[in-house]
Nanobody, 124 residues
Framework: QVQLIESGGGLVQAGGSLRLSCAAS????????MAWFRQAPGKERNFVAA?????HYDDSVKGRFTIARDNARNTMYLQMNSLKSEDTAVYYC????????????????????WGQGTQVTVSS
């Protein structure tokens, strides 16, 4: 059984920063590949960033967000800088037990485990 628990969300002004964490419990092999997604009100859940051997970002967050993981703690992070109102969303962490191809890592169906989400609100 794998559990993913996000934390670090909150309310921040535009231009500010937040750091999200995703703590994973269970078999480390089940969280071999991890990613962040986000879902804005009334919109679909979209890919934000992914990490394993390399990092990949959606164009909307490149240069502003940094994804990282601490394998010893089985924890993933998302440092979000220069936040914009359009970054407002519920942020979810996701995990898969295998390496994902670049085309697959952006797809929700590629991930087996999901956290419950943490709200990020950016006020303008």
């Amino acid at each position: 059984q794998v559990q993913l628990i996000e934390s670090g969300g909150g309310l921040v002004q535009a231009g500010g920063s937040l750091r999200l964490s995703c703590a994973a419990s269970g078999r480390a092999s089940s969280t071999y590949f991890m990613a962040w997604f986000r879902q804005a009100p009334g919109k679909e859940r979209n890919f934000v960033a992914a990490v394993r051997r390399n990092t990949h970002y959606d164009d909307s967050v490149k240069g502003r967000f940094t994804i990282a993981r601490d394998n010893a703690r089985n924890t993933m992070y998302l440092q979000m800088n220069s936040l914009k109102s359009e970054d407002t969303a519920v942020y979810y962490c996701a995990a898969a037990g295998r390496q994902l191809a670049p085309t697959a890592e952006r797809l929700q169906r590629s991930y087996v485990y999901w956290g419950q989400g943490t709200q990020v609100t950016v006020s303008s």
